[in-house]
């Protein structure tokens, strides 16, 4: 995989993140429900997300990649009362996850990424999974949202394609 690659798929990314975003900040959508229909409620959802592609993120930046930076907390959803909260705290990830990732040649994407102990997979592998991770999340929230009448539309890759072509 491409470093341009890599961008595309952030892209896209955030693009699903930002129509999620704004699904959810419609009036009489709820951030939290004590019986969610999917493993999460919205909130703890969104979160997460945020959550796994800051952590990765610092994770992958440090010269050991064998574990988390010891520092780092999960990042708790009592800390993000308001889809504000959550827009503004993932602004600033994204600016940072995007100029990490421009600083990556296509040789170390395809270079050992030192995360496993036994077995190194290239470093675009774990890239690759922070994106499919959040597919799966947004999928989730999707699903939320669309059960409170506030669907973020579609958001599969093509719709985000067609939307660059527009731009």
Avoid: K, N
Wanted: charged fraction near 30%; proline fraction near 5%.
């Amino acid at each position: 995989m491409q470093q341009s690659d890599v961008l595309i798929l952030f892209g896209h990314l955030y693009w699903i993140r930002d129509r999620i975003l704004d699904a959810a900040d419609e009036e009489g959508v709820p951030l939290t429900d004590p019986r969610p229909a999917t493993i999460r409620d919205l909130r703890t959802t969104l979160i997460h997300e945020l959550d796994v592609e800051w952590s990765w993120r610092r994770r992958l930046q440090q010269a050991d990649r064998t574990d988390f930076p010891r520092h780092d907390g999960e990042l708790d959803p009592e800390d993000f009362p308001t889809i504000d909260s959550i827009r503004e705290s993932w602004r600033e990830d994204e600016a940072e996850m995007r100029a990490w990732l421009a600083t990556l040649s296509d040789d170390e994407l395809a270079g050992p990424c030192g995360v496993e102990r036994m077995t190194s997979h290239p470093l675009w592998f774990h890239l690759q999974h922070v994106y499919t991770h959040g597919l799966q999340q947004f999928s989730d929230a999707a699903t939320l949202l669309s059960r409170a009448d506030a669907s973020p539309g579609e958001i599969d890759f093509l719709e985000y394609a067609a939307d660059l072509a527009r731009t």
